[in-house]
């Protein structure tokens, strides 16, 4: 079951901190990390510079954009607000907030090696085709992995790549589909298990769970 509370998950309270506090704190913690731009939507912006800039004596925030109906869309405003002269870009999810220091330095190492690269994790569950909801066939979960982020490119891979999907008015569901789709090669990390997005009600007991281990 989705979450169907009026605030938004990024907001939603998790042991005495915002989802989206938490998150940006994950970022704020790395010295690889120099800057921070938050892309939110519209009626939450007011609500993001006042909780986590105004209130916070110490923030790599730089900006807050106005996000778009899209995650494509959003990434590319974020994107747009960031300074000409800036070399690499990390994309992180704000309902993502258990992500460590230890996957977001992996991922930006490696990007600066390949140019381009994604936190993910292995595949456990035996995986299988289905047509009109009968089994059809099998897939080698060996070559299959689930998506994380965040993600980290090269300033001028990123954008050349969001560039043509914008010119081609193609959609996809994360920035690594961009860039392999005009011909980069995107290098996968380890990921972890334990950064999960927060989607339903089950991901929130399953968060503060996360938290109570790592706090014991």
């Known amino acids: 079951m989705r ?3 009026s605030v ?4 939603i309270s998790l042991l005495g901190m915002t989802v989206l506090e938490r998150t940006i704190l994950a970022l704020e913690r790395s010295p690889l990390v120099e800057g921070i731009v938050l892309s939110a939507p519209e009626e939450s912006v007011k609500d993001c510079i006042r909780g986590l800039c105004e209130n ?3 923030s790599k925030i730089t ?5 778009g109906s899209t995650r494509q869309e959003s990434v590319y405003n974020g994107v747009a607000a960031l300074p000409g002269d800036v070399e690499y870009i990390l994309v992180h999810d704000g309902a993502r907030p258990f992500v460590t220091t230890e996957i977001i330095e992996r991922v930006i190492l490696q990007s600066f090696a390949s140019g381009a690269a994604v936190a993910a994790v292995k595949v456990r569950d035996t ?3 289905t047509c009109n909801g009968i ?5 080698n979960r060996d070559d299959v992995v689930r998506i994380q982020t965040p993600q980290c490119f090269r300033a001028d891979l990123l954008k050349d790549a969001m560039a043509h999907a914008m010119k081609d008015d193609h959609l996809a569901d994360d920035e690594s589909s961009l860039v392999s789709r005009v011909g980069t090669d995107v290098t996968v990390v380890e990921g972890s298990e334990t950064n999960i997005k927060l989607t339903t009600r089950e991901d ?3 968060g503060e769970a996360i938290l109570s281990l790592r706090s014991g």
């Open 135 to 139: 089994i059809s066939g099998s897939i």
């Open 56 to 58: 916070r004596t110490e």
């Open 127 to 129: 995986l299988k085709e």
């Open 3 to 5: 979450m169907g509370s």
């Open 204 to 206: 929130l007991l399953l």
């Open 8 to 11: 938004k998950k990024q907001f």
């Open 63 to 67: 900006e807050v954009v106005t996000g």
